[in-house]
């Protein structure tokens, strides 16, 4: 996943690697498992990912680099298929599971702010200045998601 000038990428190997736009790599971090969905936020300061069953957040603290946050939470899913930043200041970690949840956690709060479930796996979560989400789903479907009353929109 790319950020304004950075991308990350991650392997089997349980690294990833954080390189610049013209391939120098940054820093490598290591996981306890493959990561996968990674996304930074606006502003490349925190990237979070997934590894089987949990959800991880990095924080880029500028002059010493990347730094373990948090694991947010363990799912009991069998993964998390997308994942985005989103909120007013990029408060929130959304993340579209494979056992059909939206889950949403506020990274300031440090608590999960919602679990809703949804009729088909997601594909890829889009996220608005607005506080509303954008989902699409593996059955074609696509859906919004307003943040701040906490419903799904049809």
Not at 15 to 29: A, K, M, P, R
Not at 109 to 118: G, M, P, R, S, V
Not at 140 to 147: A, K, M, N, P, Y
Request: net charge neutral; glycine share 8%; charged share 15%.
């Amino acid at each position: 996943m790319s950020a304004s000038n950075q991308f990350a990428v991650s392997l089997s190997n349980k690294s990833v690697w954080i390189f610049d736009t013209i391939g120098n790599n940054i820093t490598t971090l290591e996981t306890d498992k493959e990561a996968r969905c990674l996304t930074f936020n606006q502003n490349s300061n925190l990237l979070a990912g997934f590894t089987p069953n949990n959800i991880f957040v990095w924080n880029n603290s500028g002059n010493h680099g990347y730094s373990w946050l948090k694991t947010i939470w363990t799912t009991q899913s069998n993964g998390v298929s997308t994942c985005v930043f989103s909120g007013e200041s990029e408060e929130n970690l959304v993340a579209g599971s494979c056992d059909n949840h939206l889950y949403v956690y506020n990274i300031k709060k440090e608590k999960a702010i919602l679990n809703k479930y949804c009729v088909s796996e997601f594909t890829v979560l889009e996220p608005s200045g607005s506080g509303f989400i954008a989902s699409g789903h593996m059955n074609g479907s696509i859906r919004t998601w307003d943040l701040k009353d906490k419903s799904k929109k049809p």
